[in-house]
């Protein structure tokens, strides 16, 4: 056999990836890989450069999460295995699609701890924290391993995969008859889940029976792409319904029917909720009093069985996908079967009311120097005229007032640092996004949330991706130091200049400190369409600690007592 008859791991790899459609791959090149990355790159698959593995696996999640397609990520051994880790979990606990691909070193040195080049037992190690972890050992294995790499992703409840590629495989041979052979294009796999007859009828059957309904619509419901299907139940229903944060937008955040404006009495009050493609976690009160009322029953519609009754007993489970459960739903309601009382679309409303006149007061503010809400509004006048924009948000009070200053429009615009309130995927997700979608992003960072993954803005100009990130700069996390001094454990450098560090690398660097700059400066940075980085200098007095969380900070038995 000659040379000609032959392949090899690498453009089996490759080969197996584009098979499945698969045409974008981010990563940081090193051995074993890097041959890997050149072999994807001159076969027609676009490959992006990181500068951390971390935030090119956030990449991936996030371009799972848009597409329902698998993200892919590519990393070294050990430490850059480990830097990607942390991605792949957040994946996972978030329910986003996505492979991560790294190399391994000599499994017989490995296995004997005899000291390789970045020794790690990786596959055990990404274990607990990924959906599923494979290894290949045999190039021959490729094309399989990859088909279940993806069909682990995609299929049930989405999550993070691992696929552990040792340095031999990558390098081993095969014949191409073999080769050709063992390549697997995979057949439905996401399949629908259609839930059973009965459990649409006593779901439909409870909340028939309600007085004070209420829908909560989760990122599941988002990534489901049952837009049509979601916003007919709910008009037909006529029930007030509450989106998580990324479910922002799944329905205008302007639409009549949202309760978000009355967040509170809406949870506290409902008599059943339904929840569609969202859990009964911390981000809800784990659906228990205070916040939720003793006696609320609950509709939970979700592809996982498992994930019901893990907090509350659910009176009407609907396992199944969401975009098959919704249609059932839509196929079986009648007209005027549900039927929210009166009363209780009037409280909504009038809480509603109360609250954005409240807000408004704080909105319309404009002290110097600049708060979150009236940076945000300076932002919110800029976005507008842009509903195409995608958001990218990450801090503690820059997250909170964002989420609930900066309305959505189109499903899927808004991602954020989700069911971990993990810090570090902004510039991951703000890549992967503008990639993914050709659409630009605005990124709305704290200053620390920032930090995580700021070298990555010259990835962002290397590409010169539309990606505009604002640095809500308060010198430091949550608030800053107030004066000078030692630095606080929260304080950063005073008055730092974020926009430099774009410019460095041929970006737009703006440094704002009122509204009307700042208004400015988003509007004229999302129409040039190029990378900039806006340091808008906010009150270091005006967050509070851990912004809306901060009952989640442990308090001492002991100063309680005092
Ligand atoms: P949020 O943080 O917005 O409340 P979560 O991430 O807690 O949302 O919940 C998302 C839920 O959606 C998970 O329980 C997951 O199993 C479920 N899910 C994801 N995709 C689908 C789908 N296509 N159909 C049904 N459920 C889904
Ligand atoms: N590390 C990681 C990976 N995730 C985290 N969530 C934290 C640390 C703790 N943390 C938060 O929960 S928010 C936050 C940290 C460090 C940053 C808050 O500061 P910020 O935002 O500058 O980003 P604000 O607007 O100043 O509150
Ligand atoms: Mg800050």
């Known amino acids: 056999m000659t040379a000609s008859d032959m392949t090899d ?8 990836l584009k098979l499945n459609g698969i ?39 996030i371009t799972g999460y848009l597409t329902q397609r698998p993200g892919i990520c590519v990393t070294v051994s050990a430490p850059g295995f480990l830097n990607g880790l942390v991605a792949l979990a957040n994946a996972t606990t978030n329910c986003f699609p996505m492979i991560m691909i790294s190399g391994s070193s000599d499994r017989a040195i490995v296995d004997l701890e005899q000291g390789d080049y970045e020794e790690l037992d990786q596959l055990n190690a990404a274990k607990p924290y990924a959906k599923a972890a494979y290894r290949v050992n045999r190039p021959q294995d490729i094309g399989i391993a990859v088909a279940r790499a993806i069909r682990a992703a995609l299929s049930g409840r989405p999550g993070g995969v691992y696929l552990d590629l040792t340095a031999e495989v990558l390098g081993s041979t095969l014949d ?25 009828a006593r779901a439909l059957d409870l909340l028939a029976r309600a007085e004070r309904p209420l829908v909560i619509l989760g990122k599941g419901a988002a990534y489901a ?58 981000l809800l009160s784990h ?28 009176a009407a489970p609907v396992v199944g996908d969401i975009k098959s459960a919704l249609a059932a739903f839509n196929a079986a309601l009648k007209p005027g079967q549900i039927k929210p009382s009166r009363q209780w679309l009037d409280a909504i409303a009038e809480r509603k009311q109360q609250n954005i006149e409240r807000m408004a007061a704080r909105l319309n503010a404009d002290p110097s120097p600049m708060n979150f809400s009236s940076a945000l509004r300076a932002i919110r006048n800029a976005l507008a005229e842009r509903p195409d924009v995608y958001i990218v948000n990450e801090g503690a009070n820059t997250l909170d007032f964002a989420r609930n200053i900066i309305d959505m429009h189109a499903p899927r615009r808004r991602l954020d640092s989700g069911t971990w309130g993990v810090m570090g995927i902004g510039m991951g997700y703000a890549i992967g996004a503008a990639a993914t979608t050709g659409k630009p992003v605005l990124a709305i960072e704290g200053d620390s949330a920032f930090g995580f993954s700021g070298m990555e803005v010259e990835t962002i100009c290397r590409y010169g991706l539309p990606v505009v990130t ?25 008055n730092a200049r974020y926009d430099r560090i774009i410019e460095a690398f041929g970006g ?50 002991l100063s309680e007592k005092k």
């Open 9 to 16: 791991g690498f453009h089996l790899v490759v080969d197996a």
């Open 23 to 61: 045409d974008t791959i981010y990563g940081v090149a090193g051995i074993p890989i890097t041959d890997l990355l050149r072999v994807a790159q001159s076969e027609g698959i676009r490959y992006l450069g990181f500068r951390h593995e971390q935030s090119a696996a956030h990449a991936a999640a």
């Open 176 to 200: 191409l008859e073999s080769a050709r052979k063992s390549l697997v294009k995979v057949v439905d796999p996401a399949p629908r889940q259609v839930p059973a007859p009965e459990a649409i």
């Open 225 to 282: 792409q049952a837009d049509a299907e979601i916003r007919s139940f709910i008009e037909t229903s006529g029930m007030p319904f509450l989106p998580m944060s990324m479910a922002k937008g799944l329905l205008p955040d302007t639409h009549p029917q949202s309760a978000a404006a009355a967040r509170s009495y809406a949870i506290g009050n409902a008599d059943v909720a339904m929840l569609i493609g969202a859990r009964l976690n911390w």
């Open 287 to 314: 659906g228990k009093p205070p916040l939720w009322s003793e006696g609320a029953r609950f509709v939970q519609v979700d592809i996982s069985p498992v994930e019901i009754d893990s907090n509350r007993p659910i």
């Open 470 to 494: 604002v640095v809500f700069n308060n010198n430091g996390i949550y608030r800053g130091d107030p004066g000078e001094g030692p630095y606080s454990p929260t304080g950063f450098i005073r």
């Open 508 to 557: 737009a660097g703006y440094h704002v400190t009122d509204t009307p700059s700042l208004t400015k400066a988003v509007s004229e940075a999302l129409a040039a369409g190029k990378p900039a980085l806006i340091n808008a200098v906010i009150d270091p007095t005006a967050g509070t600690e851990s912004g809306h969380i901060q009952n989640l900070n442990p308090r001492s038995a």
